[in-house]
């Protein structure tokens, strides 16, 4: 069955970076769009950036452009997200997100907290 499961979350100071990870199981990774999402308390689940199934291309949400980078490791079956330069607005749950044959998949999420 399909797992997504991620990692790398923590409490981070205004300016500083992490590094989230999604190993993902049960699928052809390398055949699939992958995508990082989030959820800030009392707000609704966003996409953040999404990769596509070779990493030619990639797409961010305005609020992260030029701060997060989304890359994939095929060989690893595993979705990365840097997150440089964060605000304290970047504070969320982040899911790993798959779409396949017209299922949703999440993983279980990772808490980032921005605060000094």
């Known amino acids: 069955q399909v797992q997504l499961v991620e990692s790398g979350g923590g409490l981070v100071q205004p300016g500083g970076s992490l590094r989230l990870s999604c190993a993902a199981s049960?699928?052809?990774?390398?055949?699939?769009?992958m995508s990082w999402y989030r959820q800030a308390p009392g707000k609704e689940r966003d996409v953040v950036a999404t990769i596509t199934p070779r990493g030619v291309a990639t797409n961010y949400a305005d609020s992260v452009k030029g701060r997060f980078t989304i890359s994939r490791d095929n060989a690893k079956n595993t979705v990365y997200l840097q997150m440089n330069s964060l605000k304290p607005d970047d504070t969320a749950v982040y899911y790993c997100?798959?779409?396949?044959?017209?299922?949703?998949?999440w993983g279980q999420g990772t808490q980032v907290t921005v605060s000094s």
């Open positions: 997100h798959l779409q396949r044959s017209g299922n949703t998949y």
């Open positions: 049960g699928f052809t990774f390398s055949s699939y769009t």
